[in-house]
């Protein structure tokens, strides 16, 4: 069993939880970057900032995973970036 | 073939010999790189050198022959997708399978028997109506059966499962096939490695130099080498070769996770999936089940495997046939599949004028492997995209022209 942390509701069963993808540096807002935003997502050999939903919660986090290693860096709700 | 190999069996003192051939020191300069050596490079480096006579060429493989996906897959083979442009591209693919072992006197195991994939549900049904009309419009075999005739296409299935699984009726595509996946790739090596194409195994691009939009120098850890014309295919990494030749791929990595049973005596005669249970079997001709289904949950760059995966393809091959509850697993693995956001590969032109993408393979590239070599090799050598392959062109995400194949390939390879 694999383990995410969920801000709120502390260390849970990672099938507790849905994945919702990368957190994209391109902005859907602009449409220069509309395109980027909707198709070239984020795909690194290494961190990638994604993010998560706690389902019985509805909780909506960020959490920062390696890759290639599948390790779980840091979880944190969205407006709550630990410094 | 069948004389060849009873010359083979009769002789007393058979010489043994390596069909792929070792692998030379690099030259300065090729007419064409290939870079990856799994299935479509190799398949392409045939097409070139047999069809083309471009036979200055090398095939740049980081690990070993076609070590990657193509080695990993579950070997399914058919054409029943969704739109047009796909099902036209993928029955040319089934059409050159069926006579790849003679055209190639390698025997690849070729096994038509039909794919059976079963509805749960009137909504997979009412999609699988749209899929058969679809398929026969374009000339594929395939139609919507109904319960009694999946329970004659496959006895030994349970149809008493009930609850939300139940069996409904199907969709049979007596087109859909499997083959030996380490034959097709050997295969076509054999016969590149014939017209003098270079097979370098163990040789990782790392680099490249561009002046302006043309690439000219390929930096290898074995050397730098110049190339006239490249055609990347390197499976689960092409969204990384794509970022070192300076340009990005909407794509990204998911595992995709299979399992082989211990060798059973034939009862699965079709190719059997469930899009409910997001699995599906297939019974090899050594008689081992192969196991597959959807693919892992999150983005994740590395073959390992997971409890998690294993069980739910357990489960859902018991629903399916719970008397293979005693049956021992014998091996089970993973691969990085190469996802688009469409589920319909990249073929054709990149950013750059002599380097050519057979990318996005994702989940569905095996039986796509002699259709898009033959392709990628027309294009190489006419510097011309051919018709059938224009749908698949990358700057389709930029003119929002997207051909969605998700429904026809969930757990269904
Ligand atoms: C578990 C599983 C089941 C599947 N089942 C099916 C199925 O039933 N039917 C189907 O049609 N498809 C299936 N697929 C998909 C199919 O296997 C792939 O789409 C197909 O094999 C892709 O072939 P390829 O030659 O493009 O890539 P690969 O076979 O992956 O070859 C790419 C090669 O490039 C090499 N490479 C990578 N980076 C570099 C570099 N920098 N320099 C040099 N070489 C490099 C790799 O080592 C690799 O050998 C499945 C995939 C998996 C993982």
Redesign the interface.
Known sequence: ??ILTCPVNGPRNI?EF??L??VRAADADIPDQL??S????E?P?GV?K?WWRHTPSNTILIAERH????QIIATYLPNRKPA | MPFSLLKYGLRSRHVPYGDIPKTPDLKRAYDVVIIGGGGHGLAAAYYLSNVHGITNVAVLEKGYLAGGNTARNTTTIRSNYMTPESVSFYKEGVKLYETMSQDLGFNIMFSQRGQLTLAHSEATLRSFHLRAEMGKYMGTKIEVVDVQTVRDLCPDLNLDIGGQHEILGGLWHADGATARHDAVAWGYAKHAAARGVEIHQRTEVLGFEKVGDRVTEIRTNRGTIAAGQVLQAVGGLNGQVAELAGFKLPIRCFPLQAMVTQPLKPFLNTLVSSANLHTYLVQSSRGEIVIGGGSDPYQLASTRSTLDQKEHLAEGALHLFPFLHKVKLLRQWAGITDMTPDYSPIMGASPLTNYWLDCGWGTWGFKATPVAGKRMAETIATGRVPDILKPFDMRRFDNFALLNEMGATAASH
């Open positions: 069993m694999k099938t849905q994945y993808g990368p395109v980027e909707l198709f070239y997502a795909n050999l990638l994604e890759t290639v290693s599948d």
